[in-house]
């Protein structure tokens, strides 16, 4: 069974940095699209920063010049490195992927990680 374990979450001081990874597992599967959104107290879930097909990278406007998105394809995991956090980057973050088989997407979900970052 797929599953994508998130870690990397914590507590941080604004202005600090943290580094969130995910790691898909289970099964025999290629990677189209994988990222992280998030979900902030009281509001909907949004686009943090995606990789297509291993090449397009997507950022929210608010996660622009502050984070990076990687992936190691080998180990099929993607990374978020976030710097220079604001209070307003609190939220739970989950890793989103698009995973293939054959010619099925299937679409998973991690448990999510939080993030808290005090002014």
């Known amino acids: 069974q797929v599953q994508l374990v998130e870690s990397g979450g914590g507590l941080v001081q604004a202005g600090g940095s943290l580094r969130l990874s995910c790691a898909a597992s289970?099964?025999?599967?290629?990677?189209?699209?994988i990222g992280w959104y998030r979900q902030a107290p009281g509001k909907q879930r949004e686009l943090v920063a995606r990789?297509?097909?291993?090449?397009?990278?997507i950022y929210a406007d608010s996660a622009k010049g502050r984070f990076t998105i990687s992936r190691d394809t080998a180990k099929n995991t993607v990374n978020l490195q976030m710097n220079s956090l604001k209070p307003e980057d609190t939220a739970v973050y989950y890793c989103?992927?698009?995973?293939?088989?054959?010619?099925?997407?299937?679409?998973?979900w991690g448990q999510g990680t939080q993030v808290t970052v005090s002014s």
């Open positions: 289970g099964g025999t599967f290629s990677i189209d699209a």
């Open positions: 990789i297509i097909s291993g090449v397009t990278t």
């Open positions: 989103n992927a698009d995973l293939r088989r054959g010619t099925q997407i299937f679409h998973y």
